[in-house]
């Protein structure tokens, strides 16, 4: 014994054929949403591109302040008057009264180096 289906023709069809329908709020409420959505883009933007400037400035400003640091140490240092006078000695050549001054000649080639002058 067999037994066949019979489908009806439309039992078929509305499976495969099912609208979805959208009412006109649901509709207005997408196009809000996709209009908040699209106007939201320039601010966000602008919102990223300002921190990594606020992120590059600070790194400057942290730069700066090291650079500060070392010439207010430079600067300490050339009120010391042991210093000064090392300055005087190593790069001016100079030579307190009664010295003898002795001028060392490089090898060919070599350049003389003065850290700090």
């Not at 196009?31 to 966000?44: E, F, N, R």
């Not at 050339?78 to 030579?95: F, M, Q, S």
């Amino acid at each position: 014994m067999s037994t066949a289906t019979t489908t009806s023709p439309t039992s078929r069809g509305t499976a495969s054929q099912a609208k979805v329908r959208i009412s006109a709020r649901a509709t207005v409420l997408l196009l809000l949403v996709l209009v908040a959505g699209t106007l939201s883009i320039a601010p966000m933007r602008a919102y990223s591109d300002a921190r990594e400037r606020v992120a590059e400035l600070e790194d400057r400003a942290r730069s700066l302040d090291a650079r500060n640091d070392r010439l207010e140490s430079r600067i300490a240092r050339l009120y010391d008057p042991v210093h000064l006078e090392w300055i005087a000695r190593a790069c001016l050549g100079l030579v307190e009264r009664g010295e003898i001054a002795f001028v060392t000649v490089p090898e060919e080639g070599a350049k003389p180096s003065v850290a700090d002058c």
